[in-house]
């Protein structure tokens, strides 16, 4: 990951104006500590803080075409830049810089050049032929971008909120699969998929397609000149990135420069779930495995570090950004810059153990749809923040557009929750890569219940935080909230204590409304909440609040559901899975 700032029609052009924007830029060093660049012309600033990941010796930023006349500056990685350059053959390329065919396009093609664009990004153009300027940003948003804009009229762009708050009377986060143009005066959407609509798809599950284009989506992702590795929890997820990229590791380009021995890592408590799962997963598919330790204190300690870099108060998000950024480092000192990540799999198939109460085949594709919608802010947020706190990359192959459009076409009634079937959670995923002739994973990590990274990495880390929080928060600060707190009000302690930290570093209002609110179960939307309502009663984002789905859900509902067959957990059913699974297509 990289950082961009760009600033237009500043009434202050001076060198004092310039200074400020170097400092404001220096906020983003984290994000890419390699090299700073800052293009200026007239009242137009570009700048740029690159993590080399392609061409680390030519690429810097940010980028022009031939005659400098139109500037770039990029965050990001384009997979298909080999194939779009030889559209571009007329042109004449200064860097090998995967980044560079953007300002080559923009002259092929004008503004209408970004759905061709393969890979994750946020960008900047300006063309001094007519100062005009764009901006987008990738389909799902799993680049951060913002925009804002100063009183003296200027727009500003940046990779983080940091870069601009102070300077900027009014920003917002830059809307997934957009673009800015000055010439238009305004955001509109250049990413329109089939499933974007919300319409019901009815194309038959075929397990082989499947399979095929999430291979096809890590082997993209493998596209590097720095030494890399794969977050590896032990999930489902994560597993099959690690399996698929183990299993081709061989055979790609990546392999002559560093090896065909993939890398993992894994962070957990001691004796946590995924430490153990993890440690087998990497045993079975023949990686070299980092193992990290850290405790409940050591995550209390980095919270503050924690909110400023991932610029959130959502709880669930700082649950889960916390260990992950503490993971980040470690992998970071080890020299790997970039990394590849399980992201995405669960808005696209239904993995959160509350859509086990989906009522329909209708509201569960349009809960998914809302979900992969609303994913820049939450899962790719914390992902992308998380790991570029400490310079270090996250590629999501499960939100590769094509993959997105392959698993969305989707019959949803093949994705539903169906225990009489033997269909756990995302069961049309486990079934494609349940190869009895070359196994990917174990049969028994393969059909893994579902565990959010924050729970995972050890149940007693939430109930320290909570347990944190109450020393932290007092009753009359909790009841009064809504006087403190007008938008977004905390409802638990917890949530009173994480808006604290957060509004020391983001006082404005604005900042306030870059972060979602509402009731949510087990990382539900709010209106997934209707689907049960015994949820209302315990509205916490932790997947142990699924009551009767989760296997060690949270005890005051254990003997309520006891003898339900319908919330039996999965554990019960995956009994034989083996076995059907070979049959039901």
């Known amino acids: 990951m990289c950082g961009i700032l760009a600033v237009f029609g500043c009434v202050d052009n001076s060198q004092a104006k310039r200074s400020r924007i170097i400092e404001l830029s220096r906020r983003l060093k984290h994000r890419g500590p390699d090299w700073s660049g800052l293009h200026c012309h007239q009242d137009c600033y570009l700048a740029h803080q690159r993590l080399a990941i392609v061409d680390p010796t030519s690429g810097d930023q940010p980028l022009y075409n031939e005659d400098k006349t139109v500037i770039v500056t990029v965050n990001g990685e ?18 090998g810089s995967d980044c560079e065919v953007i300002a080559h396009l923009y002259e092929e093609h004008g503004e209408d050049f970004v759905d061709m664009l393969d890979g994750m990004f946020s960008f900047v153009l300006l063309d001094t032929r007519d100062k005009s300027f764009i901006a987008a940003r990738d389909a799902i948003g799993i680049t951060p971008l913002y925009i804002g804009w100063g009183l003296d009229g200027s727009v500003w762009f ?20 957009h673009i800015y143009s000055s010439k238009q005066g305004g955001l509109r959407r250049w990413y329109n998929p089939p499933w974007y609509s919300e319409a019901i798809p009815s194309t038959p599950y075929d397990p082989i397609v499947l399979r ?27 597993s099959l990135v690690a399996a698929v990229a183990a299993r081709h590791l061989t055979d790609s380009e990546v392999a002559c420069q560093w090896g065909s021995q993939l890398h993992t890592f894994c962070i957990g408590l001691e004796g946590s779930p995924d430490l153990r799962a993890a440690r087998e997963v990497a045993d ?25 870099h991932i610029e959130t108060y959502d709880v669930t998000t700082i649950r889960a950004s916390t260990p992950m950024f503490l993971m980040s480092r470690k992998i970071k000192s080890l ?15 239904g993995g959160y153990l509350y859509f086990h109460k989906a009522p329909n085949k209708e509201e569960f594709h349009e809960e998914t749809c809302r979900k992969i919608k609303a994913l820049h802010l939450y899962d790719c947020l914390r992902a992308n923040k998380a790991t570029s706190a400490w310079g270090l990359e996250a590629r999501v192959p499960f939100l590769d557009k094509e993959f997105i459009n392959v698993a969305m ?64 928060v007092t009753d009359s600060m909790l009841m009064n909230a809504s006087f403190i ?101």
């Open 78 to 95: 384009i997979y298909n830049h080999k194939q779009l350059r030889e559209q571009l053959k007329s042109h004449q390329f200064r860097t």
């Open 158 to 177: 940046a990779s983080e909120m940091k870069a601009l708050s102070d300077d900027c009377e009014q920003f917002m986060s830059f809307l997934p699969g």
């Open 212 to 238: 095929k284009a999430f291979e096809k989506a890590v082997l993209k992702r493998l596209m590097t000149d720095v030494p890399f590795g794969v977050l590896l929890s032990g999930g489902l997820d994560s």
């Open 284 to 308: 079975y598919i023949g990686t070299r495995h980092h193992e990290f330790n850290f405790t409940v204190q050591e995550g209390i300690d980095a919270l503050e570090e924690v909110i400023y």
């Open 335 to 349: 020299g790997v810059k970039m990394v590849l990540s399980g992201e995405g799999s669960d808005e696209i198939f």
């Open 409 to 472: 076409s989707i019959d949803p009634e093949w994705k539903m929750v169906r225990p009489d079937l033997g269909r756990i959670e995302k069961w049309v995923l486990r079934n494609a890569f349940d190869d009895d002739q070359k196994p990917y994973l174990p049969k028994h990590i393969l059909y893994r219940q579902k565990e959010q990274f924050s729970d995972g990495v050890g149940y007693s880390w939430i109930d320290g935080l909570k347990d944190h929080a109450e020393k932290q």
């Open 485 to 585: 707190y007008p938008e977004n009000t905390p409802t638990t302690k917890e949530g009173y204590h994480y808006r604290t930290i957060f509004e020391k570093f983001f006082p404005k209002n604005a900042a306030r409304l870059t972060v979602p609110g509402g009731p949510s179960v087990a990382c539900s939307t709010a209106k997934a909440v209707e689907w049960d309502a015994a949820w209302s009663k315990n509205p916490d984002p932790s997947g142990r609040a699924a009551l009767g789905v989760h296997a060690s859900a949270y005890e005051e509902a254990a003997d309520a559901n006891a003898t339900d067959p319908i919330n039996d957990p999965p554990q019960k059913i995956q009994k034989g899975i083996a076995e059907k699974t070979a049959t039901v297509v």
